[in-house]
């Protein structure tokens, strides 16, 4: 088993930065794929950003530029840094992390952009 635990949501102001974190505690030697995703009210959760365990990353077009996903695996945790945040970031971020086999997701963190 895998858990998940995502830290760091709060209200920012547009234009504004921010840092979530993701820790992982469990059997996690088989997680290959780490990401953040999204859900913002009445849309369906979309991805942010993932990556693998050899640091290659994808990103969504929406946050391009703007957003950073890191990992640091001595610390089995997962960052999400955000820039140039917009009122269209707000949302419920999610950790989620993926083995061959399996999926694990955190139960989210409330990120508002708002002034």
């Known amino acids: 088993q895998v858990q998940l635990v995502e830290s760091g949501g709060g209200l920012v102001q547009p234009g504004g930065s921010h840092r979530l974190s993701c820790a992982a505690s469990?059997?996690?030697?088989?997680?290959?794929?780490m990401g953040w995703y999204r859900q913002a009210p009445g849309k369906q959760r979309e991805l942010v950003a993932i990556?693998?365990?050899?640091?290659?990353?994808n990103y969504a077009e929406s946050v391009k530029g703007r957003f950073t996903i890191s990992r640091d695996d001595a610390k089995n945790t997962v960052y999400l840094e955000m820039n140039s945040l917009k009122p269209e970031d707000t949302a419920v971020y999610y950790c989620?992390?993926?083995?061959?086999?399996?999926?694990?997701w955190g139960q989210g963190t409330q990120v508002t952009v708002s002034s």
């Open positions: 990556i693998s365990n050899r640091g290659g990353a």
């Open positions: 469990g059997t996690i030697l088989g997680l290959v794929v």
């Open positions: 989620k992390g993926t083995t061959p086999n399996l999926a694990y």
